[in-house]
T-cell receptor, first 113, second 114 residues
Framework: GESVGLHLPTLSVQEGDNSIINCAYS??????FIWYKQESGKGPQFIID?????DKRQGQRVTVLLNKTVKHLSLQIAATQPGDSAVYFC????????????FGSGTKLNVKP | DSGVTQTPKHLITATGQRVTLRCSPR?????VYWYQQSLDQGLQFLIQ???????AKGNILERFSAQQFPDLHSELNLSSLELGDSALYFC?????????????FGPGTRLTVL
């Protein structure tokens, strides 16, 4: 099956610092990537997405970088806030079956005040 | 609030039993997805429906089945339950189920099998 994984299970950052959460994927046919945020007791929430024909996409305080050469995806959060504390998942879907989403196991982000 | 509702919020049952989880998608969304999230695990895609028809199948066990009704709500049926089926079950919906359509997740149903 697909393999989408995360380098670090837990990341602790100081409030105001930038956070970088990484994700590796194994399927070269991966076409569409999404980052989700999941707060305790809630369902995942869409943060930002990127297609395989792009290297970078920016949102509000978040940037996703895609390196297809090494099959690596990262989520950068600028000026991390306590409200950013959550588990972050990357997900990908292959172009041959864009209805199937494969999720990584998640990275827990702890923001220290 | 994503607009996706799931019931019940919690469910406790015994091994061998059968349960039904219910999901109502956001108004206007035609596609429904079901996911399983076990403790310390990522989300595992189970199955997707679009406008009443099964569109994609993931790692869904034969003991599990789902359907989407004409009013677009969906039910996930879990039978012959085992301890390992204890997990959070999420439903998500999107406009039309294609790539690039944001999925909106419900709050989940926590299933505990004793």
């Amino acid at each position: 099956g697909e393999s989408v994984g995360l380098h670090l299970p837990t990341l602790s950052v100081q409030e105001g610092d930038n956070s970088i959460i990484n994700c590796a994927y194994s399927n070269s046919a991966s076409d569409y990537f999404i980052w989700y945020k999941q707060e305790s007791g809630k369902g995942p929430q869409f943060i930002i997405d990127i297609r395989s024909n792009m290297d970078k996409r920016q949102g509000q305080r978040v940037t996703v970088l895609l390196n297809k050469t090494v099959k690596h995806l990262s989520l950068q959060i600028a000026a991390t806030q306590p409200g950013d504390s959550a588990v972050y998942f990357c997900a990908e879907t292959p172009r041959y079956n864009f209805n199937k989403f494969y999720f990584g196991s998640g990275t827990k982000l702890n923001v220290k005040p | 609030d994503s607009g996706v509702t799931q019931t019940p919020k919690h469910l406790i049952t015994a091994t061998g039993q059968r349960v039904t989880l219910r999901c109502s998608p956001r108004s206007g969304d035609l596609s429904v997805y079901w996911y399983q999230q076990s403790l310390d695990q990522g989300l595992q895609f189970l199955i997707q429906y679009y406008n009443g028809e099964e569109r994609a199948k993931g790692n869904i066990l034969e003991r599990f089945s789902a359907q989407q009704f004409p009013d677009l709500h969906s039910e996930l049926n879990l039978s012959s339950l085992e301890l390992g089926d204890s997990a959070l079950y999420f439903c998500a919906s999107s406009v039309d189920g294609g790539s690039g359509n944001e999925q909106f997740f419900g709050p989940g149903t926590r299933l505990t099998v004793l």
